[in-house]
């Protein structure tokens, strides 16, 4: 039996310390292809502005900017980074990118080596979280700092191979 949480093994509190590391490696990774991309394209400022290109006809719904892959749905946009890694945002109606635990799983799923939670393990590692993330509605939240600054956990590293 094995200790990953992707594989069932490891009891409810690795799972626990996968999701608090699982949270800021997706803002890291959600700020590294924000970043990427408005590299890329000038015209945006925000991740939020990609919609308005696509509805304007300037950019393609699928593309790519800043290494990574793009696609932009309904009110949001999913970006795969040039190492295969999903970050989905939706975006409120003042440009803000929120994700629920459905994207957290995403994420998680197409990270190296692939982490599968519980939406009760995400919603544990969430209420830890306070200082990163703030939830706007029922499972939905928005980033509230940047990971930078503080300790960027496994999963940010395990990006970077």
């Known amino acids: 039996m094995s200790d990953s949480p992707t594989e069932g093994g490891g009891g409810p509190g690795r799972e ?3 999701a608090r590391g699982l949270l800021p490696g997706f803002v ?8 990427a991309v408005r590299a890329s394209i000038p015209s945006v400022e925000r991740l939020a502005d990609l919609l308005a290109l696509v509805r304007s ?24 980074t040039p ?14 990118e929120t994700f629920d635990f459905w994207r957290l ?5 197409s990270l190296p080596t692939p982490v599968e939670l519980s939406e009760e393990d995400l919603r544990s590692a969430v209420e830890g979280l306070t200082d990163l993330l703030t939830e706007v509605g029922p499972g939905w939240f928005i980033a ?10 496994p999963q940010r590293d395990a990006r970077r191979r």
């Not at 190492?83 to 803000?96: L, N, Q, Y």
């Not at 509230?144 to 956990?153: H, L």
């Open 16 to 18: 626990a310390q996968a």
């Open 28 to 35: 890291a990774a959600l700020d590294d292809a924000r970043s």
């Open 57 to 80: 006809g300037e950019i393609d719904r699928r593309g790519r900017a800043g290494g990574c892959a793009y696609v932009v749905h309904g009110a949001g946009c999913r970006l795969t």
């Open 83 to 96: 190492a295969g890694i999903d970050v989905d945002v939706d975006f409120t109606a003042d440009g803000a």
């Open 105 to 109: 799983r995403l994420y998680g799923r």
């Open 144 to 153: 509230t700092e940047s990971p930078r600054s503080a300790d960027e956990g």
